[in-house]
C-alpha cells in the first residue's frame, strides 16, 4: 500500500458508497452517519464545517384502508420506520455556485430528503447553511400533478411552482425510507428500542400512525413561507383524517417517487446571450444542472442558475432553483448517476450517466437550449443514447464520467458493481460508437469509489474490502498499476490506527497530484475509553503525481534516484511532467485557479529536492515565457523573463505570481513583499537567486497593475463621452478610484508606459466632470475623518492629532487592490495568497487579456458588461473570499 502524507480521523463512520468528495475550491465532505463534516485538506487538523442531518417527517400522501397493510407493496414501508438520520449520498456543485463564489453542497439522507447548503461565510458558524429543500420542490410539484395519476381528480393538497427564488431557511420534512445497508449489532439494538410503537385502531389509517405529525414535538418559527408550507401540511392531519383515500398500490408508488437515493451535480454551462432566454430577473446565462434519483426509477432534473452577482456581505443573495422534469431512467432504484459536460462553448451539452439497481446502465444527454425551459414537463429533456449494461442480477454501486479534454467528444465511462467487478467503456459521441474496454473482478466485495484522474489516463477503484487500486488506461485495455510509494513529504500522524475494515470513497483533488479516501476503523481493535470514541473513520491522502501511466516506455533522468529520497528516475519523469502538464492546463480561462495541490508538491520537493524543483521551475518558465526549452540557468532565464512580459497572457502572469510567492517566498510575509519592507534584511531574502524572483514578482504585478489601470481610465472615458450612459446603469462595469489611478500614473511616470500617460492627459480633461460624479470622492481616514494623500497603491496613513494632551496617532489603512482607494469598515473580499484587500472587483475582460492590448479603448468599447463579475484577485487571479477567523473553516485555493 502506498505511503500516506497526512490523515485525519473522524467522529463518525460511513455507511454508503462515494461517501467523499473533493470540491473545486479545494475542501473535502465526507458523509458519515448523521454528520457531513467538511474539511480544509490544506489544514486537516484545524477547523472543520459540518452538516447536522434531522430527523424528518413525513409528507402527507394519502391514507390506505386497515386490511391493505399487509399487501407486499406496503412491506417496505412498514419496516422503514427507523428513525436514526442518516446521510447516504452527497455532491458539490462547480465553483461560482454559491453566493460567495463558492461550492454548494447537495446532501441526500436514508429519509430520501435532498437539501442545498452554503459555507457559511457570513455566518461566523461552524455549521453550513440551507440554502433549498429539493425534496419540498419536488412533493409541490407532484402534488400538483397529482403524482402522475391520470385517472383521480387533482389532489386537494397541492401547491407550489416549478421555478423559485429565494434563499429559504426552511424546517425538515420527510418521508418514510429504507434502513443503511450496514451496521453493528449494538447500533441495530439501539435503533430497535428507537423506532416508535404503533397501535393500529378500527377507525385509524395507517397514514394517521405513520404521518400524523401531532405530538411529535412544534415546528420552530421561520419566514411566512416556512410557516405556509407547515400549516398546509398539518391542517390537513389534526383529528379525524380529511387525507385522500388511495390505494396501497398507489401508497407505495408516491412513496418511491419522493424516496431519493442519490444526486449528482453537472458542470456549469454558459450559453450564448442569443440563445438564452432566462428572464429579465435572472440575466444570467449560467447554469448547472443538478440529478436526483429516487426508488421510482426516475430522475427528477434541476436548474441551478449562476447568482446574479456575488456577495460577502450578504447571506440572501437570490438562488434561482427551477424544475426541468422528470425522466423514467429505470424500471428499478437509481442507485447512483455521474454528469459531464460534452461539446462546445457554443452548442453544450450534458451527459448523464445512471446505473440501477436492476443492474442496467444507459447514457443520455441532454441539449443546452432545451434545458433552459421552464415549462416542467413531466419528462425531461434528455433523451437516451445507449444502454451499455442491459438488466441483470448484479446492481450497479458507482458509477464515474470523464470527458477529456483533449477531445470533447469522447467519452469515458467506469462502471462499478455490487459483485465486486467493474467495467470501462469508451465512446465517440460524435459517431455514437460504444466500446465496451473490459470487465475486472478487481474486489471481493461492493465496489465503493471509482476516481477517473490526469484527464483520463488512470483510474482509481476502491472496494468495502478495504483495497484501493491504480489502473491506466491504453486504448482498448486497462492495466493495474502500483499507487507511488515514495512521497515528496511525509507528515503522517503516529496516532491515528491502521486498522481499517472497509474503504467507501475515492477523490481526487482538483490538479490531480494527491488522492484523499475514507476508510472506516475497526471499533473492536481500538481502546473503547479513549481511541474508540473519536476515531470511527479516517480519510488519508496519498501522492498520486508520480503515477506510472505507461507500461513499458524507457525514461531518463538528470539525477541519480539517490538523490531525491529513493526516488526512481521513472517516478520524477512523471512528476515532472505531470506538474507540467496541469500547469498548461490551468493557463485555460475554464479551469479556476485552485492549485493547492501542485503548491504543496512543489513545497515538499522544496525541502526534500530543491534542485529538481528548480528544474522544473525552469523549464515550465522557459516554455512559457520565452517560447522554448533552451537549456539555460535559472538565474539566466529570470532576467530574460521580464522582456516579454507585454507578450505574456494575464493568466500566465498569475501563475507565475503564485508560484513566485506561495513557493519560492513562501517564508516571507505577503505583507512584507506587497509594502516592500525588510525584504534585502530577511534571511529567506539572502538566499541564491531569490533577490531575482522577488524582482520578478514585482515586475509581474506592475504589468497586471498596467493593465487594470489602463482598462479602467479608457472605460471612464468611454463612458463620458457617451452622453446617453449614467454612472448607475445596470449591468455594466465601471471603473472607481480614477483620481487613485492618475496620481500612480504621476508617481510612477518615467517607468510606465506611454499609452497610461495618454490616457491620463485625457481623464484631465474632465476634472470638473470628475469632481461632480462618484468618481471623484476626496478620501479620508475611516477613524478620524482626515483628508488622506495618497503616496502608496498599497497602503494609506493618516496622522491624528489628539488636541487634549498634542499626541499623535498614526493609522495605517488598507487600499482596494482594484481602486486603490482606502478600503472601508464594511467586509472585504480577501486574497489567500497576496493578502491584498478589494472593496470593488475587477472587470472579467482583464482576466482574458492575451497581452498588453494597443489600444485600451477600442477594447472597452466592445467589452463593458460583465454580469456576473467574478471575484477574483486582480494580482494572482484565484477565487477571493472573506477573511474568516483563525477558528473557523475557510478554502486554500493555494
Partial sequence: MASRFQAVALVASPSYPNSIAWSDDNFIAVASAHLVTILNPAVPYGPRGLIRVPTCEPYPIGCVNREDLFTNCMLPAALSRDRRPCVRTISWSPIG?????????AVCTVEGRVKIYRPPFCDFSAEWVEVVDISDRLYDYLAKINFGELDNTPSEFSHGQPIIQGCADER????????????????????????????????????????????????????????????????KVHGNCTLPLITAEKYASRCAMLSSLVIAWSPVLWLPSKICSAPENDSSNGFSILAVGGKSGKISVWRINVPQYYSIEHSRVPTTVTFVGLLQAHNSWV?????????????????????????????????GEELLETSGANNAPFSLLKEVVSVNCVPISVLSLAVPVQNMHKMLLAVGKGSGSFEVWTADISSSKFDKVCLYDAHDCVVTGLAWAFDGCCLYSCGQENYVRAWVLHGSALCEVSIPSNTPGLRSSNDLPNVFVSCLGVAASPGNMALAMVRNVDGDSLDPMYEGRLQKAVVEFLWIGGQQ????????????????????????????????????????????????DIVAALLAFKQSAPKYMDRILVKWLSVTFLGSYTGLSIGEVLTCIPENFSKITSRQLHLLNIICRRVILSDVKAEEINCKVNLGGSAAAKAEHLTLWIELLFSSEKELRERLVGFSLATFINRLSDSTTTFSRPGFWYPVGVEQMELWIALNHDRVRDQLKVLASEVRKHERRLQSSEYGVEEQCIYCSESVTFDSPEVAHCHCSNSSDETVQIYQMARCAVSMQVCPAIPLWFCKCCCRRASKLPPETLFALPGYPSDFKSLTESSVKEIPTKPLCPFCGIPLQRLQPDFLLSPSPV
Avoid at 342 to 355: D, E, F, I, M, R
Fill in 97 to 105: 455556485m454559491a453566493p460567495n463564489y463558492g461550492c454548494l453542497l
Fill in 549 to 596: 501511466k505507461d507500461i513499458l516506455s524507457p525514461s531518463s533522468s538528470d539525477f541519480t534516484s539517490e538523490a531525491f529520497l529513493g526516488f526512481s528516475a521513472n517516478e520524477l519523469n512523471y512528476w515532472e511532467s505531470d506538474i507540467l502538464w496541469y500547469l498548461t492546463k490551468y493557463e485555460n480561462l475554464d479551469n479556476p485557479l485552485v492549485v493547492w
Fill in 172 to 235: 425538515p420534512k420527510s418521508c418514510a425510507n429504507d434502513l443503511p445497508n450496514s451496521g453493528t449489532l449494538k447500533q441495530y439494538k439501539r435503533r430497535k428500542v428507537n423506532v416508535p410503537t404503533y397501535n393500529i385502531k378500527d377507525s385509524e389509517t395507517f397514514q394517521d400512525q405513520l404521518s400524523n405529525p401531532i405530538n411529535r414535538g412544534s415546528t420552530t418559527a421561520g419566514s411566512d413561507h416556512e410557516n405556509k408550507i407547515d400549516r398546509r401540511r398539518t391542517t
Fill in 335 to 367: 442507485t447512483t448517476i455521474s454528469l459531464a459536460l460534452l461539446g462546445s462553448k457554443s452548442n453544450p451539452q450534458v451527459l448523464l450517466a445512471s446505473g440501477s439497481s436492476d443492474g442496467s446502465v444507459r447514457i443520455w444527454i441532454g441539449k
